[in-house]
């Protein structure tokens, strides 16, 4: 099986779906020379790309090659020059590590044992406290 994203004219994912596997093509209908093609011409207006499962950071999660940067979700977008799919941006701050597709912060996030929350108005990781009773 494999999965499949369909992208609307604003290159923004609108459904996920899971159908045939890429490498099945002796049951692909005729006429179609891959399942992006066909699955495309179910979704009116859409755009059909599959979407790796395992791809997460442009990172493949059993060490094989990242694709598409992410896995597609509904809302994400599609970054057609650069073929990955890109999550929403979280702050208006972050900006875009293309070494991984994702929005990281202008500043690196302390590394020790504290939990940290973003701050936007300050521009800063700030320690979340505890909730009651957790200290």
Request: net charge negative; aromatic share 14%; hydrophobic share 35%.
């Amino acid at each position: 099986m494999a999965n499949y994203a369909f992208i609307d004219t604003d290159n923004l994912v609108v459904e996920v779906i899971t159908g045939k596997d890429e490498d099945d093509l002796e049951t692909l209908p005729n006429d179609f020379t891959s399942w992006e093609e066909y699955y495309e011409t179910k979704r009116e207006g859409l755009t059909c790309l599959r979407t790796s499962f395992n791809t997460d950071a442009n990172k493949h999660l059993d060490g094989k090659t990242p694709f598409r940067g992410n896995y597609a979700g509904i809302g994400m977008s599609y970054d057609s020059a650069n073929d990955v799919f890109i999550k929403e941006k979280e702050f208006d701050s972050w900006v875009m590590d293309e070494a991984t597709w994702s929005w990281v912060a202008p500043v690196d996030k302390p590394n020790d044992d504290n939990l940290y929350g973003w701050n936007e108005e300050s521009l800063a990781w700030e320690v979340v406290p505890p909730a009651s009773g957790e200290e």
